[in-house]
């Protein structure tokens, strides 16, 4: 393990971690740009979309009811707990993640922001009210609300803005943190691929895990490269030997 990168995380004050898609790939859940994220042939571009919905909500829904098939059986992996741990072992920490499948959650994770919503989660498209779907698989797709309109996943779609308390909550975090651990995301989709760059520019230090190198790799202070299984672990040990 990188001594420099020891060294700077135990001297934080304000930890900001921030995940993508592969901290749950080792929980055997796809990724949205690996191979193993097509469906049907269907890229997540072209169903995570309102007007892909407005066009076809039963393809739209049969895509999330297979994820979410896939997802309620998935087991937490070592880098969710070591996410947990890191948030007990920092006075000041939000988690920051782009995932839907509410996985960081199962782990008790209190300070989490879910910048993409959650999949588990349902809106009514006409009265715009939110509750748990946790069926799967769904009983009829795709679920309607009980006032008869279709219901839709409580999520981001590419196209849509991000709720503000979410995006208040990330920008004034962003200037508060001084060290960022960014794991498991390719750095494609705005505004958190953007959130490395402002970390530094306010000082901050920021470390990648990934098993690749990514856009984030120019800017960060540091990448380690493996599955974020192995290697957030392997940071919580010694940092825990750090501290003595
Ligand atoms: P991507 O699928 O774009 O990227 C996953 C990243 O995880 C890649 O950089 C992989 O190299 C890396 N990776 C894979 N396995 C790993 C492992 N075991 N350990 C560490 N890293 C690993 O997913 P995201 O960057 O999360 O948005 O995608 C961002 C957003 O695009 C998603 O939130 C979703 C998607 O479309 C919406 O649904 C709005």
Redesign the pocket.
């Known amino acids: 393990m990188n001594e420099k990168v020891v060294e700077r995380l135990s001297q934080t004050r304000f930890l900001l971690v921030i995940t993508?898609?592969?901290?749950s790939?080792?929980s055997g859940i796809p990724?949205?740009?690996?191979t193993d994220?097509l469906w049907k042939n269907y890229r997540?571009?072209e169903l995570?979309t309102p007007s892909a919905f407005e066009r076809d909500p039963e393809t739209v829904w049969q895509w999330y009811d297979w994820r979410r098939g896939i997802i309620g059986k998935a087991p937490l992996n070592p880098?969710h707990l070591a996410i947990k741990e890191l948030e007990d072992m920092f006075e000041n920490f939000l988690l920051i993640t782009?995932?839907?499948d509410g996985l960081h959650a199962r782990t008790g994770i209190r300070n989490m922001v879910e910048i993409?919503g959650n999949l588990w989660r349902v809106r009514c498209t006409r009265e715009g009210k939110t509750s748990m779907l946790m069926d799967v698989p769904l009983k009829s797709i795709p679920p309607k609300c009980e006032c008869g309109a279709i219901l839709r996943p409580d999520?981001?779609?590419?196209g849509e803005s991000i709720p503000s308390h979410a995006l208040e909550q990330s920008f004034n975090i962003l200037e508060q943190c001084d060290s960022l651990i960014v794991?498991?995301?390719?750095?494609?989709?705005y505004p958190?691929a953007s959130f490395p760059q402002a970390v530094k520019d306010h000082g901050g230090f920021v470390v990648e895990?990934?098993?690749?190198p990514?856009p984030i790799s120019a800017i960060a202070d540091a990448s380690l490269f493996?599955?974020?299984?192995d290697i957030l672990p392997m940071l919580v040990k010694w940092l825990k030997e750090k501290r003595g």
């Open positions: 993508g898609a592969g901290i790939a080792e990724t949205f740009r690996g994220g997540a571009e995570a880098g782009q995932n839907v993409h999520v981001v779609w590419f794991v498991g995301t390719s750095g494609a989709v958190v895990v990934n098993v690749e990514t493996g599955n974020s299984g």
